[in-house]
């Protein structure tokens, strides 16, 4: 008897975040674990797509983007980053950073190369090296602060590491590369001649006055570099899905030969929208930052009288609780159960870590596995209503 079919990837499941808003919508629960905004697009930007679609500017736009989007990004980055290149070069826009992640990955990975993630990692890195005919080699950042132990990457480096996958802010966990950390990385990637994927999708979502280290600010770094950055997050129209990827001229080059054959080009109004928003209303992105910082700190104010351990969130808009006083179920259970009991749906830590047996026998799974990520992306009343019914755990014992 002919086995059953079997794709490349026979042992993935659906992902976490697609389980996780299904159980919500079930249980009609506060929805605090897919990462979207509850809020809409600026309307200035929702006016400028609608007058591109009117106007008839609904073809396909050049592979690699809208010139006039491709010229306000360059012009972004040299402000933000003092980085200049030229963007009709350097810059290719695609359908969601998801996109430039999965065609830089495919870019540079060949068969047997190794590539290094820090776990947590969010959840498309591996699929997409595996595909690529790659190997993951992870390597867990040290909780509960979430650092990289940069002794222990220099050691994990062989003949076949090919190259590093950053994240920065980092998703789930909050946490910012520090300059250090990129001074570090940057060294080993000149002393191994490896490559960089700089994943920063919520680069202009940081706090307290912490600036982003992007690879961009670093030029001996960005020679060898892919940065992905979203628009979906920085303008909250995620299901937009437009992003995209900045790169030296000779791998962007490499990157293009590949994403002509993905998705050849991204939708042409909301590009023509971007382009113009980019343009009109620079502040929203020097307002962005602090927009989120206030919603973090709703939250945060309003659970610190629960039963929870929050962790400090440096930037993105997601925060970390650590369970642990609360109950002993795992993670994922513990999700479940906050979802269809109590009405607030969360993410588990665990699903972002490398799956493999004998993990529980690691330390780093025991301090992840008591923790978990809610999304503060979402307006204040749900902030509070969602807080208040966390807090009410103190009054439960353990399962």
């Not at 191994?192 to 280290?213: A, C, K, P, Q, W």
């Not at 369970?323 to 269809?340: G, M, P, Q, R, V």
Request: with cysteine.
């Amino acid at each position: 008897m002919q086995s059953p079919f079997q794709s490349k990837l026979p042992n993935l499941k659906t992902s976490i975040f697609t389980e996780m808003s299904l159980l919500a919508n079930e249980h009609k629960a506060i929805n605090l674990s897919q990462g979207f905004p509850e809020f809409d697009t600026p309307p200035f930007l929702k006016s400028q797509i609608n007058q591109a679609i009117i106007e008839g500017k609904n073809q396909y736009s050049p592979s690699s983007g809208v010139p006039d989007l491709l010229n306000q990004i360059g012009q972004l980055i040299q402000r933000q980053y003092q980085l200049t290149l030229e963007p009709l070069k350097c810059i290719t826009v695609t359908s969601g950073a998801t996109e430039a992640l999965w065609v830089a990955i495919q870019t540079i990975v060949r068969q047997n190369d190794e590539v290094i993630i820090f776990d947590p990692a969010y959840d498309s890195y591996e699929p997409a090296v595996k595909l690529a005919g790659g190997i993951c080699r992870h390597i867990a950042l040290n909780a509960p602060d979430y650092a990289v132990d940069w002794t222990l990457v220099k050691k994990s480096i062989n003949k076949n590491t090919r190259a590093i996958i950053v994240n920065s802010p980092h998703n789930p966990t909050g946490t910012l590369l520090s300059k250090s950390d990129m001074e570090q990385l940057q060294q080993l990637v000149i002393e191994n001649e490896l490559y960089v994927i700089s994943d920063e999708v919520y680069e202009f979502i940081t706090f307290d006055g912490v600036r982003h280290e992007s690879a961009l600010r670093y030029p001996e770094l960005f020679k060898r570099s892919f940065v992905v950055s979203s628009f979906g997050k920085t303008f909250h129209c995620t299901g937009w899905k437009l992003g995209y990827c900045v790169a030296p001229p000779e791998l962007a080059s490499e990157f293009r030969k590949i994403h002509q054959y993905v998705t050849f080009s991204t939708f042409t109004p909301a590009q023509i929208g971007i382009a113009a928003m980019l343009k009109e209303h620079p502040e929203h992105i020097t307002e962005l930052a602090g927009f989120y910082q206030n919603k973090r700190e709703h939250l945060v104010n309003a659970l610190k009288d629960s039963r929870f351990k929050i962790l400090p969130s440096a930037g993105t808009y997601f925060v970390l609780l650590d369970y642990s006083d609360i109950s002993a179920l795992n993670d994922h259970e513990f999700c479940h159960w906050l979802t269809k009991e109590i009405g607030v749906a969360a993410i588990p830590l665990s699903p972002f870590y490398e799956n493999k047996q004998g993990e529980e026998h690691h330390e780093s799974y025991h301090q992840q596995n008591k923790v978990i990520r809610l999304c503060f992306a979402k307006n204040e009343q749900t902030l509070l209503k969602a807080a208040a019914m966390l807090c009410q755990l103190e009054q439960k014992s353990k399962h």
